[in-house]
């Protein structure tokens, strides 16, 4: 079975401080993806990537970025963050090619900012 | 741009009654569709999807969902329900040629004895 993995489950922080949510997956996946999800307004795509060094905007880029130095690691970085950045990030794989795109995802970063 | 409308936020059922959870999508080219359940303080689980063929899918749990390409839906639904299928049900769906999903609201599904 694909894992995904996002090595922190529960992070309050500070407003203005910079933050690093960090996921990793073992099964080679060519994409992978960061979506936001807040009661109420489901899951929003902030960035996603296919291929190392590669990263492409989402649906709400603003206030984040990211970065994929290597095939299995993609991570999502608030640069300063702020109190409606307070969410549940979930990251997410998937192997590239022809026919649907079949997420596997994280179990979730719980973020708080104060 | 495609849109995913999940019509119930909520969907409170009785133990071992049937129950449908509702999507209708909306798409300028043909898609692949999914649902996927999101468990209390868990990730989100493929529940089941449609590819090609049969309009009719069969998932985990005993789900099963059907494909409605004139009335651009893709219910969901189960016979029987139990107090283990309260979770959060998220309809999502995948143009063909496109990398990445679109998802629905959610429907929190409140399954009480």
Partial sequence: ?114 | AQSVTQLDSQVPVFEEAPVELRCNYSSSVSVYLFWYVQYPNQGLQLLLKYLSGSTLVKGINGFEAEFNKSQTSFHLRKPSVHISDTAEYFCAVNPMGYSTLTFGKGTMLLVSP
């Fill in chain 1, 1 to 114: 079975d694909v894992k995904v993995t996002q090595s922190s489950r529960y992070l309050v922080k500070r407003t203005g401080e910079k933050v690093f949510l960090e996921c990793v997956q073992d099964m080679d996946h060519e994409n992978m993806f960061w979506y936001r999800q807040d009661p109420g307004l489901g899951l929003r795509l902030i960035y996603f990537s296919y291929d190392v060094k590669m990263k492409e905007k989402g649906d709400i880029p603003e206030g984040y970025s990211v970065s994929r130095e290597k095939k299995e690691r993609f991570s999502l970085i608030l640069e300063s963050a702020s109190t409606n950045q307070t969410s549940m990030y979930l990251c997410a794989s998937s192997l590239r090619g022809a026919g649907a795109n079949v997420l596997t995802f994280g179990a979730g970063s719980r973020l708080t900012v104060l």
